[in-house]
């Protein structure tokens, strides 16, 4: 695995996009995504059935199963739970993620399962690879965190081969989670669903999209597909994190309607789920490069 660091190619347009970018890195340094499901059991099967009980969609919006032979890569690859998939069907996968702590978790958890990964500290808005090099880019819960989401969404089409899929998932606006949050920490501090989301959801600088705003991030791209879906956080699936404790939280948690709130479908879920693809031929890559529209702040 690569080691470099800072991260190679970190674009420097303002010295505060760059600041933030550190940011996001040392955040998931210090807790790599999904760490807190590792509970008493540090065991990374356990940790990989329990993302996929409470993320059934995943092998199915991914395609593992159909990826063998295929040339993947995964963008924001964390603990390698999604990588490790790929690997085991047979894909040439290469995973990249900002924080390196993530990956060291990656790669224990691939060379305890017997494969050899390839896995890269890298950028997601500046990714090290020539373009047209890939049939899959895969991205789950990563895009958003990066400050320039047009930019990373432009480099995964660079990537891709002509004709190559993209599947990745960022967070909708609106979402329950948002409102939950909200309800906690925008309420009474004049702080909107978007805000909250931002200043405490994951990362700093955490962004949600609706599907229209979506939409014109993927120009270029072609046979554009929406799902939305529940996260386990939108459900109250997951054990009450350390931010969320005391008798008022766990009478929410154990009285909270997900039966009712499943029959409203998955409008108000915070997973968007994007499948496209890059145009066979045709399409020059200056029609990418021209910037979509940025997220509007509510
Ligand atoms: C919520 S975790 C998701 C990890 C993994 N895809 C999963 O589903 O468990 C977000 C990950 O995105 C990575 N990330 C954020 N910004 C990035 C960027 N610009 N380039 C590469 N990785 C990035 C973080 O380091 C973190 O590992």
Redesign the pocket.
Known sequence: MSQASPVPGFKEPGSNEHGL?EE??DF?NAD???SRYLGNRADFEAHARA?YQLEPYIHEFAGFAQSGGQRVL??????G??YLEWLKAGAQATG????NA?LEQAKRRCEMAGYAPDLRV????HLPFPSDTFDIVY????MH??PDTPQ?IREAWRVLKPGGALRIMIYHHPSLTGFMLWLRYGFLRGKSLRQSVRDHL??PGTKSYTQEEARAMLQGFEQVEFRQAFSPGDLLLNEPSTRFQGLLYRIIWRLYPRFLIRMFGDKWGLFLLISARKPGAGLGTSQILSAPPRQHEQ
């Open positions: 970018k996001v890195r998931w790599p995504c999904g993302r995964e963008v924001g690859a964390g603990m739970a999604d990249v993620d900002l924080s993530s890298s950028d997601a808005e991205s789950y819960g990563v965190h990066s990373c994951e990362s």
